[in-house]
């Protein structure tokens, strides 16, 4: 045999690794181990226990909580209920010195100026969202944007002062002669504006509540045009289309349930506001049709009557009045749903 065959062969079983499976040994199970093993996996099922049980905990307070308002509501309500029936919802007079009461004027009141707020912020808000996410130049863009969020926690009492001392004898002095001089000559509408030009009164609650729901409108509807595709506005703008059909043919489409969900948000606000709505609506029990004349709404008789009613139907009575209160919301907060819901089903079709 050739010496240098025979060298290397020698090296090569030398060098040979070494068989893995022949050398392992079989793991062998011991009953600490076992043990160990068995505790890891109870101490991970009990705190997997204990983190279900805690957000169930708090998930269920919420119902609760939802749930004690309205039997509270109902339980002290139930007076006035029983004495006035469901004449209570459509009786003009608000009577505490006859211990006579009726929900009407406060329910006109909480919807008109709900709804003029509604018909005046909306457009603005959408405007001021539009001009952020599609026209507002860069250095501007987050200086703006900032603004409106801070308007959104300015409490409601500062918009409440500024709307009694500053706004209403702006409005009286120079809005209200014009509206009457021109909406107010026209037949239909006219007694809407037409009445004493005091600056306070439905009109003037409703422009204050619709200032302070904007930047909330706003913000929403800000987020939600900004999540469209860049892809999609892009693919419009190369074929041709304006700013405009932009927004009108693909951002609005796009983003139309979240639009609609800003617009419910900030009609929820408009519905349960009190401090901003007290000062300027005049705080008087009558029912008009002109928009100039003082009135009230729901959360202002509350704030206003519920420290100083002394007798157990005045106090049922403003009990009855926040119970209505919750049912408008629940309703409007219910058909919003709804809305949206029938809205997902639709897309794609047509």
Known sequence: MNPSVDRISRVTHVN???NKQANERPKIITANSLMH????????????FIFHKVTFLFALSVLVVLLGIVVSLSFNAWPALHEFGAAFITTVEWDPVNDHYGAL??????????LIALLIAVPVSFGIAIFLTEICPGWLKRPLGTAVELLAGVPSIIYGMWGLFIFAPLFAEYIQPVLAATLGELPAIGKLFQGPMIGIGILSAGIILAIMIIPFIASVMRDVFEVV??????????????KWEVVKRVVLPYTKIGVVGGVMLGLGRALGETMAITFVIGNANHLSWSLFAAGNSIASTLANEFAESDTPLHISSLYALGLILFVITLIVLSAAKLMLLGMRKNEGKG
């Open 16 to 18: 040979k690794p070494p």
């Open 37 to 48: 093993s068995l505790h890891s996996y109870s101490l991970h099922k009990l705190g997997d």
């Open 105 to 114: 004027i406060a329910i006109v009141g909480t919807l008109t100026t709900s």
């Open 229 to 242: 595709p860049p892809i999609l506005k892009e693919s419009a703008y190369g074929l041709g289309c304006t």
